[in-house]
Every structure is written in C-alpha cells, then in structure tokens.
C-alpha cells in the first residue's frame, strides 16, 4: 500500500511541476486568442452560461443546451465553462481546463503504463509525456486536442485491461470502458479515427469468447449510443455538413496531399521528430528492436526474467490498435500536425519500453543489481528532450499576437452602456482580430457584443449599408479574406453612411478603424417586417429556397443575437389566434422553427400548410424532410410518397425513396440511385 500510494504520489508531483511550467507561461502570455482558439472559449462561454453558472446567462432547458453544440460535440465545452465559472474568463484564466485535462492524461498513461509492465515503466512513460513538445504544446494551446486525447488513452487503456483473458472480462470493467468511449466520442468527432479500428479488434476477440463477454460487449455499445445519441439525434444535419466543411472542403482548400501519394502516407511519421524529439525517437525504436530481439533469441538473454513483468496481451493490443489507428488517421484528407496527438500517448509508452530495454541491457552487460542503468536513462531521456520542448515553447510565444481588439471591444461598449445587446461588422480577419475573437472579448464578464464578418460576397454591401451600427476596417494587412471584402471595405469608407470614429494602431505600422453609422443616417431595412414575406418563399420550392436561406444568412451575420425572432413569432401568433388559417403566419412559424432547429414543430406547421394549400406539394416535401431530420424517416417516406400520387413531383419521389431506404426498405435502392440524382440535377436547374 506504501509503495501504491507512494507510487501516485509521485505521479501527482509530476502533474505539479508540469502545470507550475505551463501556469509561468500563461502568466507571461499577452496574446489574443485566434481563430480556433477564440471559437472554443466561445463555445465554453455559450456552455456555462446555458448551465446558469456565468453571468450573462441562465437554465433554459436540456434542448436549449443541445442547441450550442450543432457541428462539434459538448462534452470538453461544459466542463471547460463550468472550470471558466470558477477561475475566471480570460484566457489564461480559462487554459486551468488544459491543465485538468493533462492530469487526466498522465493518470491514464500511468495506469496503462502500470498494465503493460509496472511502476517504473509507467513512471519513465509518465515523465515522457509531461515534456513532449507536441503535448506539451497543446497544453498552451486552446483546443480540443488535449481532452480528446486524454480522453482516448483512459478509453483505449480501460478496453485493453476489460479485453485481457487473464485479469479482465469484468463487468465494471467494461462499464468503465464504455464511459470513457462515449466521454471521448462526446470531445469531438474524430475519435472515431481511433475508436472505430479499436473496436473492430475488440469485437473480433470478444466473438471468440464466453457469452459474457459478448453480453457485455452489446451493452457496453448499447451504453455509447444511449450517452451520444441526444446530441447527434438533435445536431445530425448540422455535423454533417460541418463535417465536411472541416475534412474535405478545408484539405481542398489547404492543398492537403491526396490519400494515393506517398506524400499523404509520410505525412505524419516525418513530424515524428519535431512532436516527440529525435534522440528519444531514436534510443526508443533502437531500444525497441533490442526488446524483440532479446526475445526471439534466447541465448542473448542471459536474464530473461527482467521481461517476467511484461503483459504479452497488452503490448499486443497496444501495438495493434495503435498502428490501426495511425492508419485510419492517414485515411482522413485534412492534415495538421494536431490530428495525431491522440495516438502520441501509446506510442510514447512504446519508446519509453525502448529506453527501459536498454537499461536492462546496461543492467546485464554490467552484471548489477543497482538501477543506476535506469536512473540513467531517465536522465538522458530527460535531456534529450528538453531542449525541444522549451522550442516549442518558445514557438508558442512566436505565434501568438497582440493587438488593439479589447480598446476596440471596448469602445463599442462604452457607447451604448443600456444597449448591451450589440453586433460588431468585422470586415478583415487575421489572428489578433476576427469574428471570434471579438464575440469571446466582447462577452466577457457577461458582455452581449457579438462579432460577425460580411464581405465574403458583393451581396453583403447593400445589407451593411442599409443596417449595419458598428463596423470595423483594416488598413493594410486584410488577413484571410476574398477579394469582395477589399469592396466592402470601400463601400464604407465612401458612403458618407459611416463616420470614423477611432483608429487603432497596429503591427508593421497597419491600423484599425471602427466606424459607425451616423444619426442622422437611419436604418432602411426593418428585417422583422419583411420576414413573413421572405418566409412565403418557401411556398415557391426551390426557387424560394436559396433565396430565403441567403437573405437570413446575411442577417444572421448583422444580427448576431437574432432579435428579430421574437417580434415575427410574436405577430405570427397573435394572427394565427385571430385567423388559425393564416397561411402567411403558417409559412412564417415554419421557417422561424427550422431556424430555431426544431423539425417537429415544422413538421406541424406544414401539416396545417398541407391542409390549406393542397395544391401546393412543398409543404408534403419539407414535412418529409422534417421527419427525417427527427429520425422518423419511416413517416417521411409516408408523406412524400402520398404526396407524389398526387402531385406527381420527381422530388418527393426522390424524398420518398431517400426516408423508405434510411428506414430500411431497401429493396428501394434501384430507385433510389435514379430520383435522387434526377432531384439534385432538377434542384440545381432552378437556382
């Protein structure tokens, strides 16, 4: 018990001294968060005050709360806004998250480490990942990485341990696998690249195994569903069109090399050095081959008992999973550096059981009983390692930027203090300014200013002129952005709409400007009394959609708090009580409820449509949508194919074959591959 508790001890000091480093440097750190990192604090912003515990927010129910998580999922971000509650909302305050989530990964590594072999290994493995650079980078670094992969070691260590014929096939212990499965699944998407090959090994040996195991197999699967099911079945849609937008669109984009290059295979085993450091790769894959070599030649294994400690089935379900996993990885077409952090815990426990083969080695060609040989190779590890992990560090510190964005922040708060509820046009965007981060300073402390960014498209201009309060322009470097901003930027500065009201000095001798409508200039666009108009586009089918769906896509960006919302439900409501039969009122509650992401009351407003217009065969095509987007493709299937006896519409054809094959009326398949090709073609026709 001693020696248990002194081991953990141990462990525990060296998270201590891990997060004494990493709070040194958020002490010094003076940077703006950028892009993804101000996205994630917004999300832990969103997420804390839906719980009622930031200022600025309160309980509003469990669907509202499902709500903020429409592309990624909200496990990292209800726990990083519950630690936002108690340490506070600036970023160095908020990066305490990190340094709980890495005290969840040393105590997994530990535990894992422990399985495979025992305390000394876990220890020398433990101390590996607290100073390497990739890790130890994302522990300054504001993004899921750190959850995700601490979340994977504890999920792939529990398996492992519930898998073992000798001392697993526990209850409890596949409970606690599954927990920790949906907690990793519930981080972000992208755990599937690990868990999908992983359980596909873990099915394979459980189906040779007692029925016990396979009960506990089906239930286990049966518990992940169940824990990840709310948030998928609510934010399906959204996922995968944000899916898409993040693995395919964004490696198109980013040039990312195509999965039949050599390129794409290499792609992440040449960062290897840089993540790990090259002398503890080296020793470790050197120490590695010793190991196996050792072991499949006896004769050079004068003291075979120093592998008694070993766990053959772990190390084997360590190395298969591990390489199923990179594998996997390598499949995905977006490439960055961060991806495969995940799959950096096991391999390090791997080379860490390199460095100890050459401390047995040392142990036998000196023919001691000392540990010095391990001391030692701990210390050299230590060394090795160091210097690229002050580097990355340093590199840290390299990439962060300063700038004007709180005076700026806070010169729009400051104008209208009784008006809380305020939305900021960013034209530009680079690192130190962008819609995100202007939404994360701009809600601080319970703040209500949110950042959005037009100019992605000439059609923005008329918009902004014609609504927009406060907006803010670059000189010089525009960041990111196309050439239809350089437009905007114009438009502002000579439409004699918007007056300069300060400019604020930046690096290389560039500027921002914020701007603002002048009073006497007043706004021309009263959104709230044209939506109900815009909404009886819908009636029109596809020629309605895209323009609808543009139009409140530009107002999304000018409104950021979608105040309009509340005076069209109120009026739609108060003409529905008067006239039920309202078919302008019908049209408007069921585009505020699609908006709103709430199909089944759509669903109900266009039964009430398809009852008032029955000639019309778009409220029967979108309330088949809406079922399916309920997970009720069988009722979907039902409403479209009534509907297209009697309209005859190639699209609800397509719709009805789409639900009937989801529903699993499979034998629809043959006509399926033919209407929904035949609908996306007519669907693209009309635009």
Known sequence: MKVFARFWFLIGLIWLFATISDRSWWHHYNSIPSWDQADYLNSALDHGRALGILAGGKWQGFQALLDLSPKIPPLASLINGSVIAIAGDAPKQAAWSLSIWNGLLLASTAGWGIYLRGKSLSLLSVAFIAITPALLQLRSDYVLEMPLTACLTLTLWRLGCWLDPHKGGQWWQALIAAIACTAALLI????????????????????????????????????????VLPWLRHNWITTLGGTNRAVIESANREGDPSLLTLENWIWYPRLLPEQIGLVVLIIGLSGGLLWILMRTQPKINSRKKNDDHDNPFAWRWLIITFFASWLFTSLSPNKDGRYITPLLPPLILLLSRGWWQWGLWAKDQFQTRSNLPFAIALLLGFSAVLPTARKAHHEMFKKGKSGPLKDIVQEVANAYPNSPKKTLIVVPSTPDLNQHNVSYFGRRNGGQLVGRQLGSNKKDIGPLLSQAEWVVLAEGDQGSVRKSALLLDKAVRTSNIFTEIRRFKRENENSYSLWKRRKDVPKTNNFDKRFPQLALGLAEGPKGIETVFAEVAIQHMLDGHFTYRIPVQQEALKRLKENSNDIEARWTMSLLAILANRPSEAAKEFSHLQALIPTNPWPSAYKSLMNLACWNPWEGARVADQAHKKHNNPILKALGDLNGVLGGALWRLPSASRSIPNAFKLFSQTQ
């Open 188 to 227: 972000k998407q992208s755990a599937l690249l690990i868990l999908l090959p992983s359980l596909f090994v873990a099915t394979a040996i459980v189906l040779r195994r007692n029925q016990s195991s396979k009960w506990q197999l089906i239930c286990g699967i049966g518990l992940v569903i169940s824990g």
